[in-house]
Antibody, heavy 119, light 107 residues
Framework: QIQLVQSGPELKKPGESVKISCKASGYTFTDYAMHWVKQAPGKGLKWMGWINTYTGKPTYADDFKGRFVFSLEASASTANLQISNLKNEDTATYFC????????????WGQGVMVTVSS | DIQMTQSPASLSASLGETISIECRAS??????LAWYQQKSGKSPQLLIY???RLQDGVPSRFSGSGSGTQYSLKISGMQPEDEGDYFC?????????FGGGTKLELK
């Protein structure tokens, strides 16, 4: 069955970096783009951007340009999100999600990774 | 960006009650609208896509309707397991944008 399995929770200090992984299984990884979504505690969902799993090209939403990097380990069917120079406002759960190209919706989501930034 | 205005922000329903949640888009999204349920500490689960198509495995008490800029999710007969947060998502134009969410509780 189709699954997106993300790495575990992270506790970091301001200024540090974090790398989150999202391993896909049950389908051909390069057939579907991988998107990233942020959910701050008690808040709604915010789209961060996506990575073309065939070419590796990332696209970032305006609020996520600079400190955020999407990457792939295509041989391992894994997408990664790295956040550098962490700030308190990066405290959130980060989801990866697969996009269906017909009607453009996310049909499968990872379980989410809680990143806590605290000194 | 397309703005998605979701209402109400919170809702309390009795067992068996029928409820509706609305999403209004700032422009025509041509039925590229999905609904999700999210339980506390979990990832969103797809309920409806293409405005009115029920995802496999989702109970038939959930239904979606709408067109143009106005869309709604209906739950026909509230069940205890329906408690949670509900979000709409438009995929008509990049970037994809979410509604602000509706917290649904059992009265």
């Amino acid at each position: 069955q189709i699954q997106l399995v993300q790495s575990g929770p992270e506790l970091k200090k301001p200024g540090e970096s974090v790398k989150i992984s999202c391993k896909a299984s049950g389908y051909t990884f390069t057939d579907y783009a991988m998107h990233w979504v942020k959910q701050a505690p008690g808040k709604g969902l915010k789209w961060m951007g996506w990575i073309n799993t065939y070419t590796g090209k990332p696209t970032y939403a305006d609020d996520f340009k600079g400190r955020f990097v999407f990457s792939l380990e295509a041989s391992a069917s894994t997408a990664n999100l790295q956040i550098s120079n962490l700030k308190n406002e990066d405290t959130a759960t980060y989801f990866c999600a697969r996009l269906r190209r017909v009607f453009y919706y996310f049909d499968y989501w990872g379980q989410g990774v809680m990143v806590t930034v605290s000194s | 960006d397309i703005q998605m205005t979701q209402s109400p922000a919170s809702l309390s329903a009795s067992l068996g009650e029928t409820i509706s949640i609305e999403c209004r888009a700032s422009e025509d999204i041509y039925s590229n609208l999905a609904w999700y349920q999210q339980k506390s500490g979990k990832s969103p689960q797809l309920l409806i896509y293409a405005a009115n198509r029920l995802q496999d495995g989702v109970p038939s008490r959930f239904s979606g309707s709408g067109s143009g800029t106005q869309y709604s999710l209906k739950i026909s007969g509230m069940q205890p397991e329906d408690e949670g947060d509900y979000f709409c998502l438009q995929g008509s134009k990049f970037p994809p944008t979410f509604g602000g969410g509706t917290k649904l509780e059992l009265k």
